[in-house]
């Protein structure tokens, strides 16, 4: 499997910022994926997960300001913040959320917010 963030940049704070995760292999519509971030000196972290495309899963979740989706038609899955604050301002990485599967994290997407 792999997987490729994209969509970071410079955004505004109070604005909004779709990233994007486009992974190959059939592991990816087994599992639930999830997107983490890193910020400078801090651990990263699971900020949003969606569960298997299966009838009874939903394909978007909103918590807060962060709502994931996922199409696996086209083999991705997406992730909107919105009200993006500077604390927000770190590397983003989507991968499988069962550490067991986890496959190599590769560069993130940078995401950076000004105030």
């Known amino acids: 499997v792999q997987l490729q963030a994209s969509g970071g940049g410079v955004v505004q704070a109070g604005g909004s910022l779709k990233l994007s995760c486009l992974a190959s292999?059939?592991?990816?519509?087994?599992?639930?994926i999830g997107w983490f971030r890193q910020s400078p000196g801090k651990e990263r972290t699971l900020i949003a997960a969606?569960?298997?495309?299966?009838?009874?899963y939903p394909s978007e979740i909103t918590q807060g300001r962060f709502t994931i989706t996922r199409d696996d038609t086209l083999n991705t899955v997406n992730l909107q913040i919105n009200n993006i604050r500077p604390e927000d301002s770190a590397v983003y990485y989507c991968?499988?959320?069962?550490?067991?599967?986890?496959?190599?994290w590769g560069q993130g997407t940078h995401v950076t917010v000004s105030s």
């Open positions: 292999g059939n592991v990816f519509r087994l599992n639930s």
């Open positions: 969606i569960n298997p495309n299966r009838p009874d």
């Open positions: 991968n499988l959320v069962a550490i067991g599967l986890r496959q190599p």
